[in-house]
């Protein structure tokens, strides 16, 4: 049963970079053909897509924030990174990593952590 | 970008009762569109993929059907854990993948 876990500050301070693990255990993150990929949850609102990484590289983002988001994965440690630069309050939310086999849903998530972006 | 909107945004029920949801596609997604499950403090859990199969661990009382643009999700008799918020997703176009903006079901 693979696990995922979410690390990194609970604080960001306006105009700088978010910056997000998610670590993997219980599976190995470049095997299995999966999609590793990020989802935030404004507080009080709604599941928004940020984008998503092929086990083999390949990046796929959502157009609004394309510009600011990069994922990467670091298979040597099993995990995979979130940075999102350029932060203002807008990008406070609950910020969960997930996993995705081609062709279907998110089908295992991490448990989520609050980033609040603050002076 | 395929907007996908869930009514009513807020549905108050009982324990026994059947619940039904509505999530409604700006285009077609064909059956590509699947329900999730959030209850406070917790991550999504998928309950339906593909528009009516359930996920695995899933009970027989969640059900869901529709194609193309518009979809149900119905539980058959509320128990008291099911009262949470639901989220319909499309894979369809992507990227983006979409979500609704949720269904609150709450205890009447």
């Known amino acids: 049963q693979v696990q995922l876990q979410v690390s990194g500050p609970g604080l960001v301070k306006p105009s700088e970079t978010l910056s997000l693990t998610c670590t993997v255990s219980?599976?190995?993150?470049?095997?299995?053909?999966?999609?590793w990929g990020w989802i935030r949850q404004p507080p009080g609102k709604g599941l928004e897509w940020i984008g998503t990484?092929?086990?083999?590289?390949?990046?796929y983002y959502d157009p609004s924030l394309k510009s600011r988001v990069t994922i990467s994965v670091d298979k040597s440690k099993n995990q995979f990174s979130l940075k999102l630069n350029s932060v203002t309050a807008a990008d406070t939310a609950v910020y969960y990593c997930?996993?995705?086999?081609?062709?279907?849903?998110?089908?295992?998530w991490g448990q989520g952590t609050l980033v609040t972006v603050s002076s | 970008e395929i907007v996908l909107t869930q009514s009513p945004a807020t549905l108050s029920l009982s324990p026994g009762e059947r619940a039904t949801l509505s999530c409604r596609a700006s285009?077609?997604?064909?059956?590509?569109l699947a329900w999730y499950q959030q209850k406070p403090g917790q991550a999504p859990r998928l309950l339906i993929y593909?528009?009516?199969n359930r996920a695995t661990g899933i009970p027989a009382r969640f059900s869901g059907s529709g194609s193309g643009t518009d979809f149900t999700l119905t539980i058959s008799s509320l128990e008291p854990e099911d009262f949470a918020v639901y989220y319909c997703?499309?894979?369809?176009?992507?990227?983006?993948?979409?979500f609704g903006q949720g269904t609150r079901l709450e205890i009447k």
């Open positions: 285009q077609s997604v064909s059956t590509y």
């Open positions: 990484i092929y086990y083999n590289g390949n990046t």
């Open positions: 997703q499309q894979r369809s176009n992507w990227p983006p993948f979409t």
């Open positions: 593909d528009a009516s």
């Open positions: 219980g599976g190995s993150i470049s095997s299995g053909g999966y999609y």
């Open positions: 997930a996993r995705r086999y081609p062709g279907t849903y998110f089908d295992s």
